[in-house]
């Protein structure tokens, strides 16, 4: 995440997902965890992120998210 100064009362937020990884099921072996995979990441994520940050900052307007069916 980066923040930059855009006037005295307004910021630029910017969200980058980098080593997104999905679960995929459990590892069985003897060090146990998990199994995950690498995925290309989507702006979902980076938009939860930011509704979050608008939310806390009570931050009006925002565009609901829309997921695909």
């Known amino acids: 995440m980066r923040l930059i100064p855009v006037s005295d009362s307004k910021t630029q ?27 290309a990441p989507t702006t979902i994520e980076e938009y939860k992120i930011l509704l979050k940050i608008g939310k806390a900052l009570g931050q009006p307007g925002m565009p609901p998210l829309v997921l695909p069916k």
């Open 13 to 39: 937020v910017d969200v980058a997902t980098s080593e997104a990884e999905v679960r995929i099921g459990p590892n069985f072996s003897a060090q146990g965890g998990d199994y995950y995979e690498r995925v």
